[in-house]
């Protein structure tokens, strides 16, 4: 049995944070993204996409931002969370696809980076994970570069 399931989320920049996007530490980018976790919005896509295949709610539900848990947490550790929940449910993760939506940073150039920091983590190879990035040509608030969004899809297989 499959379950598909389709997240999203989207950040503004914050000054003085560190930019963490599909796991990894974007090291020469001078703005982070805003949130209660380090704001990771790729991750976040993913969480929401699988909570969604599992009909579990969304990652608000889970995360809540007055969690003590939640507060500067990695959203890595987060995606390990919901993996269990996923592990828990006689579910696997069979393939990731995301696209990232941002003027910059320019994501194409760490996207071998970010499927090996997340493979490992949703229990797949890297081949499996497919990051993609557009702009809105200027368009918008993400136009203006003042954040990013991401919307993920994921496919679950039940195991026996």
């Known amino acids: 049995m499959m379950r598909i399931g389709q997240g999203f989320d989207a950040h503004p920049f914050q000054e003085g944070r560190p930019l963490f996007l ?15 976790s380090d704001g990771d919005v790729l991750i976040h896509a993913i969480i929401d996409a ?9 990652i608000g539900t889970w995360f809540r931002a007055d969690d003590p848990s939640v507060k500067g947490a990695r959203s890595t550790d987060l995606l390990g969370r919901v993996i269990r ?8 993760v069979v393939q990731v696809d995301v696209t990232v939506v941002g ?4 994501v194409r150039p760490l996207v071998p980076e970010m499927r090996d920091a ?14 993609k990035a557009t702009t809105t040509d200027r ?10 969004a991401t919307l993920a899809v ?3 297989e039940f195991v026996d």
């Open 22 to 36: 599909g796991g990894i530490w974007v090291k020469d980018f001078s703005r982070g993204l805003a949130g209660d």
């Open 50 to 58: 699988l909570l969604g295949a599992l009909a579990l709610g969304d």
């Open 85 to 92: 929940m996923v592990d828990e449910r006689r579910y696997r």
């Open 103 to 106: 003027e910059k940073p320019r």
């Open 118 to 131: 997340l493979a490992p983590i949703l229990k797949v190879p890297p081949e499996d994970v497919s990051i």
């Open 139 to 148: 368009m918008g608030w993400l136009g203006r570069e003042e954040g990013l």
């Open 154 to 156: 994921v496919q679950l």
